[in-house]
């Protein structure tokens, strides 16, 4: 028989793996909306000049860049990720000693992070360039005639680097738990 203090101790435990796997999920659906919000803003994003004539067209869309296109893919991925994720989220927080899918899921979560990471600085790096130009490639600033597909290339980057920050937040809170795990008896 166990002395009363580690009963308490233990139900403690428990309770504070729980509390972090509910904000686990929660971060997971936040994450989810970024990415896609994310996605879909940068997507959706075209812009047509009021002085283009019959014959010359001036438009700028997000799919003229191949860095963009490689932002909504990265974006789609990862959010598709997410939404595959949170049934073991959920089962994380019904069974809070689940170590093997808990550990799966931080492998996943480092790549997703890796892809999700890759992709939106590559698009800031392109963003940074319609913003200011870079005067020795000889690459003019075009933000100054396209200022609203500059406005939505630029807020579509906050959601993809608010669920990169989220990932730099889930995994070591999923090591946190994992950890914990081996701390406690095998009767979780």
Request: aromatic share 8%; with cysteine; hydrophobic share 50%.
């Amino acid at each position: 028989m166990k002395p009363e203090g580690t009963v308490d101790q233990e139900s403690k435990e428990l309770e504070l793996m729980r509390g972090v796997s509910i904000l686990e999920l929660v971060l997971r659906v936040v994450a989810i909306l970024g990415t896609l919000a994310s996605a879909v803003a940068m997507g959706t994003t075209d812009q047509t000049l009021p002085f283009s004539t019959q014959t010359v067209l001036f438009q700028a869309q997000y799919d003229d860049i191949p860095t963009f296109r490689f932002f909504v893919i990265t974006n789609a991925v990862v959010c598709g990720y997410l939404a595959i994720s949170l049934p073991m989220a959920v089962y994380h927080v019904i069974r809070t000693g689940a170590a093997k899918s808990r550990a799966l899921l931080i492998f996943l979560d480092a790549t997703m992070l890796s892809v999700l990471t890759a992709g939106a600085s590559a698009a800031a790096a392109i963003v940074y360039l319609a913003h200011k130009g870079n005067a020795s490639a000889n690459w003019l600033a075009i933000c100054q005639q396209y200022e609203k597909f500059c406005e939505r290339i630029t807020g579509s980057l906050i959601g993809s680097f608010g669920s990169v920050l989220i990932f730099v937040l889930l995994i070591p809170l999923s090591g946190l738990i994992l950890t914990r795990q081996q701390l406690l008896p095998r009767v979780i």
